[in-house]
């Protein structure tokens, strides 16, 4: 069986959106798979990938790293439920998964930084807030009075994603495909980790990311 290694919080929160994507394709496929949490401070458990990030899925041959990656081989591997559609599908994820790991992320990260910590305990805590504030040069809270400012520019960024939802129900078309679980993930996180208003209540996408997880039991 598939072992699916994720990143794991307090109380075995899981809340990383890259393990996510890898998680929900598992599930929405029907592949049978099995999980082993992984904290900050567990990083002796995934020595065999000679590398320190998760998720990693160890296969009967072996792993695959990078939630990019392990969906693509899940493509390859699992001819009867395949993932992408097309060839045409596979761009537009790639263009999705670059766009939220490098535009969409990074300010999802200053909403929610300094509750982040709340989902964590004993070292993971330690370790996430050392190694948060070395890359920001500055306390984990520098982020906090521009909280509102970032809410207002992230709803503005995915407002292509909401004129598609608003034809269709969701960015596959009909119905949910890898395209919305890339998307996903980042909402998983923020709602994981945040008390913030990050989506209005009356917002497609809001509506979107309910139908999400009640179609995928989540």
């Not at 904290?39 to 009967?60: A, C, G, R, T, W």
């Not at 990656?69 to 992408?84: G, Q």
């Not at 990074?106 to 807030?129: C, M, S, T, W």
């Amino acid at each position: 069986m598939l072992k699916l290694y994720e990143l794991s919080g307090k109380n075995d929160l899981r809340f990383s959106p890259p393990c996510w994507i890898v998680k929900i394709c598992l599930i929405d496929k029907q592949i049978n798979f099995e999980t082993e949490p992984i904290k900050f401070s567990e990083k002796h458990k995934i020595e065999f990938s000679d590398q320190q990030l998760v998720p990693i899925l160890k296969h009967q041959n072996g792993f695959v790293c990078d939630s990019w990656n392990i969906i693509n081989w899940l493509d390859k591997n699992y001819n009867n439920k395949k993932i992408f559609l097309n060839f045409t599908s596979k761009n537009f994820s790639k263009f999705l998964y670059l766009w939220t790991s490098r535009q969409l992320l990074p300010i999802l990260f200053k909403i929610i930084a300094h509750e982040i910590p709340n989902v964590l305990e004993g070292d993971d805590l330690d370790y996430f807030i050392r190694t948060r504030e070395n890359r920001i040069k500055g306390p984990i809270t520098k982020f906090t009075p521009k909280i509102s400012e970032n809410i207002k520019e992230f709803r503005k960024l995915i407002n292509p994603i909401r004129k598609i939802i608003e034809i269709d129900g969701f960015i596959s078309g009909k119905k949910p495909g890898v395209e919305d679980y890339i998307f996903f993930g980042n909402f998983r996180w923020v709602y994981s980790c945040s008390c913030c208003n990050l989506l209005e209540i009356n917002d497609p996408i809001y509506t979107w990311y309910k139908n999400i997880l009640k179609l995928t039991n989540l």
